[in-house]
């Protein structure tokens, strides 16, 4: 079973968005769009687990404490370059608490996959098939959207089914952060 730790978005943070992918939709390039229902942020990619092991990470995951925290929607940009992207995303901030979370995920859940996995806050929009405009970076960086601030209270393990039409996420448990965080140190 294919599995990832990721941050659920409040609606209203989908809801924007979902605006600002229509936005870019109309910039003359072929580009597939993440579902506004899958709209996550990514934690870390486990990939494929057996049901043994997802039993064993999930009560890895249970024995995590952390304070929880906001953020909110910060910029826009692209992976690779002008002449030729592949992803667009939103980038959040404060992302301090973000990082420290992702550290503390990755080094409690290593054993479940060890490969090194390069973390960058950020909110994938769409993955850009084909640009088909000349003025795609001029357009893209005038695009507008509300910086909403959102609370961070849990983190989810889901499982990701590959279909035809795209990923379909199922939730396997939501681990709630801490409203107040006392160290053991």
């Known amino acids: 079973m294919r ?15 979902y ?23 990514t934690l870390r990619f486990f990939g494929e687990l057996s049901e043994k092991t997802i039993e064993e990470l ?8 952390f304070p929880s925290f906001s953020l909110h929607l910060h910029s826009l940009g692209l992976f690779s370059d002008w002449n030729g992207p ?5 980038s959040v901030q404060p992302d301090g608490e973000l990082l420290r979370l992702q550290k503390l995920l990755d080094a409690e859940t290593l054993s479940f996959s060890p490969l090194p996995q390069k973390f960058q806050a950020h ?7 084909l640009l ?10 005038k695009l507008v959207f509300e910086r909403k601030t959102f609370s961070v209270s849990s983190f ?5 089914t590959l279909t035809h039409e795209g990923p379909a996420y199922t939730v396997l ?13």
């Open 132 to 141: 088909r405009n000349d003025l795609f970076q001029e357009q893209f960086e």
């Open 123 to 129: 909110l994938t929009l769409g993955r850009i098939k």
């Open 58 to 65: 999930r009560k890895q995951l249970k024995a995590i404490h």
């Open 86 to 90: 592949r992803v667009a995303w939103v």
């Open 173 to 185: 448990e939501t681990y709630p952060l801490s409203s107040s965080f006392y160290s053991s140190d």
């Open 19 to 41: 605006s600002l992918q229509r936005k870019i939709g109309k910039l003359g390039l072929k580009i597939k769009l993440v579902e506004k229902k899958n709209l996550h942020l």
């Open 3 to 17: 599995c990832f730790l990721a941050i659920e978005l409040p609606k209203e943070v989908k809801d924007e968005l």
């Open 156 to 160: 989810t393990l889901y499982k990701s």
